[in-house]
């Protein structure tokens, strides 16, 4: 197909700028006349071993793990094991009395009383007054790097790190605003408590076994790892060069015997194992007879959930994404009206995405009956963001999606 030559083209231009160690698209039509995705690979998923990205390459997948994890929380809900609307503090007591900074950025001993416990629902939409590390100059970011380890893998186990994390007051009064935050973290260790398994386990039994997603795991299997990606970044000069670690977030090997399981961050996958659950969001909450959820909690779960006033306010990475025509719903963010400029906003009216730092990104356009994925491996640094180092992955998103919609 043209438009297959013309992404492998771009995209092949950018690795040769050394803006893109390598990257993996998808494209998949539910009206495809023989129901196979359009491929494509570029670049080496191990530059210094020379060996290539390939249909099967394993990625991290960063923020990708969030709908995944959320899919889990809201089957739980469909059961009756949990309601949107109950306090977490049910099943995780540690948060019975949360205290709330005057400022995000103040002291820690600056607080007030939360005026109404932190809800289910308040996690999926990352409404309960959490924040990230990095996201703070102040006291609480340097706090919540002592008290919960690394972001993706941390030597912190699940129990004591919801008990670290229910000590640190929040940054905002419960439902008031939208932080983005480590929330699916939690989320994912309260499955993993309700359950009384790993979450690794919950979802492998609940959502990979059923979709058939086999390559999707928090730990990659030894026999698979000649499949993963490398981690990559940039040096200060702007650079490609391996990550072998990055303190705060990953470590260079994973241990066999870590016990946190990031249910934002933590799960590696392939584009043919996350096009199987995506799928789920272009019809009834099914994939070939594979039900997961009801029509009617998918349709909640892709409606916007944020008001007007907590649209207009969330900020994220300094900008404002939800302002104009894109909401959030229960862990994915939600296309409200078009924009062709925006590729966060390409698609149909209720399509949902979400990207990943690792430079993933992934649409699911149910009026078009469409999935689109895009998987590299290339670590977004927030300071080098802001000095323009790094930024190559995005455009490259941006120009894939739109050649797959010109196709």
């Known amino acids: 197909m043209k438009s297959e030559n013309e992404i492998k083209s771009v995209l092949q231009k950018i690795v040769d700028e050394g803006q893109l160690a390598g990257a993996a698209t998808l494209v998949w039509r539910a009206d495809s006349k023989d129901g196979e995705a359009q491929t494509v690979c570029v670049g080496w998923r191990d530059v210094e071993a020379n060996l290539p990205i390939e249909r099967d390459t394993i990625f991290r997948i960063a923020s990708m793990t969030k709908p995944i994890t959320s899919v889990a929380a809201l089957m739980l809900v469909e059961e009756g094991r949990i309601a949107l609307a109950d306090p977490i503090s049910r099943f995780a007591p540690e948060f019975s009395h949360m205290r709330v900074l005057r400022s995000p950025n103040g002291p820690l001993d600056e607080t007030d009383p939360a005026e109404r416990p932190i809800t289910f629902e308040d996690l999926l939409t990352h409404r309960a007054g959490f924040t990230l590390a990095d996201f703070h100059r102040g006291p609480i970011g340097q706090a919540y790097r002592d008290a919960l380890g690394g972001e993706i893998d941390s030597d912190v186990a699940p129990d004591d790190w919801i008990a670290s994390l229910a000590q640190l007051p929040l940054i905002g009064q419960p439902g008031s605003a939208m932080y983005y935050s480590c929330s699916t973290d939690l989320l994912g260790f309260l499955i993993a408590r309700i359950e009384g398994a790993p979450l690794g386990e919950v979802i492998k039994r609940r959502i990979f076994d059923s979709l058939g997603m086999t390559d999707t795991s928090f730990l990659v299997p ?138 993933g990104w992934w649409q699911a356009d149910p009026a078009e009956g469409s999935v689109m994925i895009f998987l590299a491996h290339n670590m977004v640094d927030l300071a080098q963001m802001g000095k323009g180092i790094g930024l190559g992955v995005w455009g490259a998103i941006d120009t894939f999606q739109t050649l797959a919609l010109a196709s």
């Open 222 to 359: 030894r026999e698979k790892r000649t499949r993963r990606a490398a981690a990559y970044g940039f040096d200060e000069e702007g650079c490609l060069t391996k990550l072998v670690t990055r303190s705060g977030v990953f470590v260079a090997e994973r241990p066999d015997d870590m016990v946190f399981e990031s249910g934002a961050a933590g799960l590696w996958s392939t584009l043919d194992d996350y096009l199987k659950f995506a799928r789920l969001f272009l019809g009834d909450g099914s994939v070939e007879s594979v039900r997961l959820l009801r029509p009617a909690t998918l349709a909640a779960m892709m409606s916007n959930q944020l008001t007007d006033s907590q649209r207009a306010n969330s900020v994220l990475l300094g900008q404002k994404p939800f302002a104009v025509g894109r909401g959030f719903g229960l862990g994915v963010s939600v296309v409200l009206e078009t924009d062709k400029a925006d590729f966060m906003r390409r698609g149909s009216p209720g399509t949902v995405s979400w990207p990943g730092a690792f430079g």
